[in-house]
């Protein structure tokens, strides 16, 4: 079955403060972060921090996965091996910009899994979306590799390889390249992972962004401060309501299929086989979030 990403906390590899808080939120992802939260002349201290942290059970109940350097820096090749090698779920890769890349990645992290004596695929890759070359190469990205468990946009670093101020993401260019990878995501069957957002006192536009990114397919959003995550979790998790109406409705279009039918009236609406597969979702979504529904 696959995991439940609605909200991924990036935490910062160097920080024993942002560790402690990390531990007390609902995120189901943690994305400890090597990249843009380390500077150069720490990269090998927080790499060896990350070991340690990886081995805390108090972070068993997440899904532990590292933010590591890009493939042209010189801190690439440790990172994967070390990381793998520690324990970690997966592997967010930057500025993925081909499936070549992904490839050799997989590739690398298979060697490591075989090295530190992991099961095969053992470890996830999310690659990052940031730049136009990726938006280009969207599916052949997010098909690359079976070993790919989700595709994520970044729209800060793709608003700077395109020029322009980063700004919310709800319009513009940067509302299609979202779009973008969103279908990509769904076209290759895996999770859509939507943008941060950068105003972490703004919570209702926090809420608005990632109400439209549910809108639009995305699964899950990433975050940059703990306080975003109930929202986005509040988002991307049924109400009560929601799941109710799903079972109710599943229910009917079973007992007309049951019947010999192929479609059946549902509190005035006709129903037939893709919108019950629709709900069913709604109820997978609510199972995987512990919420008291249906097998």
Same mark, same amino acid.
């Given at each position: ?8 906390? /990036? ?6 403060? /942002?560790?402690?808080? !990390? ?9 400890? #972060? ?33 933010? *590591?350097?890009?493939? #042209? ?11 793998? +090698?520690?324990?970690?779920? +997966? ?22 899994? @075989? ?13 990052? /979306? ?13 098909? !690359?590799?079976?070993? *790919?468990?989700?595709?994520? /946009? +970044? ?11 980063? !700004? ?8 299609? !390249? ?82 010999? @039918? %192929? ?8 129903? #037939?086989?893709?919108?019950?597969? *629709? ?10 979030? %512990? ?5």
């Amino acid at each position: 079955m696959s995991r439940l990403r609605r909200s991924l906390l /990036f935490v910062p590899a160097s920080s024993e403060r /942002f560790f402690a808080k !990390a531990k007390e939120s609902a995120a189901d992802t943690l994305i400890f #972060d090597l990249e843009d939260a380390v500077a150069p002349e720490r990269k090998a201290e927080a790499r060896e921090t990350m070991r340690e942290v990886l081995q805390d059970t108090d972070f068993a109940r997440f899904e532990r996965t590292v933010r *590591i350097n890009g493939l #042209d820096t010189p801190y690439f090749l440790d990172d994967v091996l070390a990381m793998v +090698g520690a324990g970690a779920d +997966g592997l967010v890769v930057p500025k993925t910009n081909s499936a070549e890349n992904i490839r050799f990645v997989d590739q690398l992290v298979s060697l490591a899994e @075989h090295r530190a004596g992991r099961s095969p695929g053992d470890v996830v890759l999310i690659p990052l /979306f940031e730049q136009p070359q990726a938006i280009g190469n969207a599916f052949s990205i997010a098909s !690359a590799t079976s070993r *790919i468990a989700g595709i994520a /946009f +970044g729209h800060g670093d793709f608003s700077l390889s395109m020029g322009i101020k980063a !700004a919310p993401s709800t319009d513009g260019v940067v509302l299609q !390249a979202r779009c973008q990878v969103v279908m990509a995501a769904k076209a290759a069957g895996v999770t859509p992972i939507d943008n941060v957002y950068l105003d972490i006192k703004d919570l209702d536009g926090l809420r608005l962004e990632t109400q439209q990114g549910q809108n639009l397919g995305y699964e899950g959003k990433a975050c940059i401060h703990p306080g975003q995550v109930d929202p986005v979790n509040a988002v991307y998790t049924p109400t009560t309501e929601e799941v109710e109406y799903a079972r109710a409705l599943v229910a009917a279009f079973e007992q007309a299929v049951a019947a010999g @039918h %192929g479609a059946v009236s549902f509190r005035g609406r006709m129903i #037939d086989g893709p919108i019950a597969d *629709i709900e069913k979702i709604v109820l997978d979504r609510a199972r995987k979030a %512990g919420m008291d529904a249906p097998s």
